[in-house]
């Protein structure tokens, strides 16, 4: 129960309580290497590793089965969360295929959602997935299947793709879904305003994040050198800023937009950008040190607060060779000082919880 | 006078090996270790391996082999190899008790097992890379960067390592004092370990390549047409490449074929970065001599077994000639929490039991909290003919509970070559060196369907040593990668670096003391008349991925 309550929090924390556009407390965030705390502490922002979902010092609760990132790596989160916090959906596995699981954190009941699907986007009660034309795995890119949406974790499905592919579910923008398409090279970014109605965002569009209002989406190129970052009207593709980030070498997808500021998973770390009031600038770098990560800060969730960014980290090698490791760190973005979790397997996780479709 | 516990042991071994056994093992520093686990020397990692500057922060010691085949021009008579990160150096342990550096070679690989080869009269080292480089040679050669990119299996953006060279590069080393790059291979997806088998009748070795296609280790697609002459890292992967290094020209060593695994191998719970799967081997050991061997193939997430009498022919996808072990306990699949790993395999030297330590979560987890856990085991089996069903036995763990901070895992060791029981050598990380008696396995039921509450134990330690003395000072603690008995000897490679000491402990050399001739009962007094050097039989060579 008590963990529910902590979930329900980070959730509410997750949804951006301050309304879109207020700025932090007026404290100064600078650009600068982290400290990372050399021993494991508590993570208040919810996660997944090693089977089990973690808030604070809690000692997990299991989840019934496996977290996988088949198929979808890091485009979408492996683990979704209601408004409440109570219930996740949960990207697993079973045999040779793809499922999606719910878990009720109140009740422990843990139970297959779909069959033969991957990817998830939740908001106000509609869930949107790809559900595969053949559940069974054979060949991964001929894993076609087709995007459909349900009013609820009951209730018949709604197809909006007209013809399968190979999709995954990124975000709800609104009542528009935003979907991956993948191909021969880069994936493009779709977006579906109602069933049938595909239209593509961005060629080899990355979605790092959606706004609150559902309204724009900040977008990445992958494969851009130097990178550039966009914002975007969803409803009409319309670009409203861009920025050029002749320093960086990429910036990736699956970041978040939180107190008026975007972070973004970079070749250089963190960054935050600052998009009050239809601004788009680079405000802060959080770099790792290199000796201790191979590369760090992916997924980064920014809390209501603007103030602490959570997020995902491959260790430098150790002498644990067979899998790499990974941690969770999270820092507060004005002293540079993170605390970090204890090391898991590198794949699938451990990943953290969070909804980038907003409730 | 205080004198140190590893001043003592030296003393004592200088003592042991010139004169019948009289003296009293040393004992009581902070270091943990039963009264029968000498440390006999310590020999610190070359200036060489203290810095990092080929690659990742990694310069960690490896796999270690053994040669005492004669032919080596210096004088030498026997030698070691200890692979590092950063390449490898050879070291004379004619005196164990004062084991020294040969020759260091700078030659970036990432892991860089190693394993000895006569080709007529050159003896080779071979050495794994297992994640791409910029080049074979080894003047130039560094880490390939990291970068975005997508998996050409799922299409699924992600991070990779950028294409290089990987796989295994050859070296003579007839001259220790001077070691020369003589070829290079390239595998699919590198050689995370490799195993060398002699194939006298076609003069030449036969090498298996373990590989596997997990986190950054996939080839991008961006990067599927660019180098050409490197073989891309495609998942699931489900192969082994063999290599052949003929005696008469070693220089020309190549790629003789991509072996499969059995389409029903057991796909790996970790995936590629980009979503992919997973299967292909972690380590493959060979046992016998002669017309007849056997391979056990550890294979992630299960064990298999081979007939390779014919080496370059291993019965991997033979149907009915090939074994599959699976055990609830490691394979991963299909549900948590059992996120085990199939790491290495070894036989008893009677070849009636082949054991296989479980790399428990890749060895990124916390420590094993007991003799009830059954994770970070060592798993005995009954070694049949491959094809037929191996029972299960029981299982060794760690009797020391260990702190969180410690990985659970047994990592690599072998088995003593003595007819007087069965007994074996495992590193465990930062739990150090266990030694431990199963002669009695075979007494054991037969288990063909394990569950939590029938799997005994049943090995019991009769020997560890855990060093902690100066976890900050200028030794650094345990962190064994290889713990392996070779020629009356413990040899242990590596060990957490140290603010003194960066490129970790290096190697430690250790004796096991017996009582009347055994190790089993352990020896509680040293000083006793009746103890004296625990030996066993001398080989001419060990590469303890080959039992022959």
Redesign the interface.
Known sequence: MRWAAAALLAVLALTGCTRDGEAPADRVARSGTVEVAA??GAISWPFAA???VYRGADEGR??????????????TPLLVPNPGGDVLVYQS???RRPVLRVHDAESGRDALLVDGALSIAWREGRIAYVRALRPDVSV??RYVGHVVVRPGLTGREARWTPSPG?Y?VAAWAGRRLLVYR??????DLLALDRPGRVRLLARAG?LVAVSPDGRRAFLAR??ASPPTVRVVEVATGRELERLSLPGM??V??SGSWSAGRVTAATSEGVAVFDVRDGRLQLEQVLRFP???F??AGLEPRLDASGGRVTAWA?L???????????VVVECDRFTLRCARS???????GPRVVYNPSRP | MHLSHRVLGAAFALLALAFPLSASAGHGSADDASPNMVHLANLPPPAEFRTCDRG???C???DLAFWAGGGLRGGFTEILAQGN?EGFRLVDISNPASPSTISVVECRT??GDVSFYQARNRLLLIQSIEEPVTTPDCTTAVETP???G??P???????FRQKGFEGLRIFDVSDPGSPTHIASVRTRCGS?THTTIRDDRNQRAVVYVSSYP???RVTR??DLGTLPEQPNCLPDHNRISIVEIPDAAPQDAHVLKEQPLDTDTVIW?????????VRGC?DITVFGAGERKVAAGAC?SEGQLWDVSDPANPTTDVPGWHTHIRNPFVT??????F?G?F?TASFTWDGEIVLFTD?W??????GCDGPQDTRGNIWFYDNVEPGATAPLRGRYILPRAQP??E?C?QHNGNVIPTNDGYIGVSSA?QAGTTVFDFSDVLSFPAITDPNPSSVPTVATEVAYFDAKADPSGATGVD?A?SSYWHNNYVYVS?G?ASAARPG?RGLDVYMLLGANGRLVPAVTDPSAPNVGQYRARILRYQNPQTQD
């Open positions: 021993e494991p090693d089977g089990r299991p989840l019934a089965g496996p977290l996988s990132d088949a198929l979808v790596g890091a485009l596995w079973s045999g991964p890119k190979r995954v993948l191909g021969e090279s880069w994936p990355a992958y494969g070498r990429w990736t997808e290199p000796e201790e191979q590369f491959s430098a090698p150790r002498p644990r060779e067979a899998v790499g490791a990974a204890a090391p898991f397997p590198e794949t699938p | 990742s922060a990694a960690f010691n490896s990160y990432n892991q990291i970068v975005p997508t998996n299996v799922t299409g699924t953006p992600a991070l995370h997990s986190g950054l697609t961006e719970n970790a995936t590629g970065n980009g979503g992919s799967q972690h992630l991963a699949s299909p549900a948590p929490p996120t790993l790491h790399e979560q890749g060895g990124g987890a916390h969180p901070s990985a895992t990380y962190n990668w590596s957490l970790n």
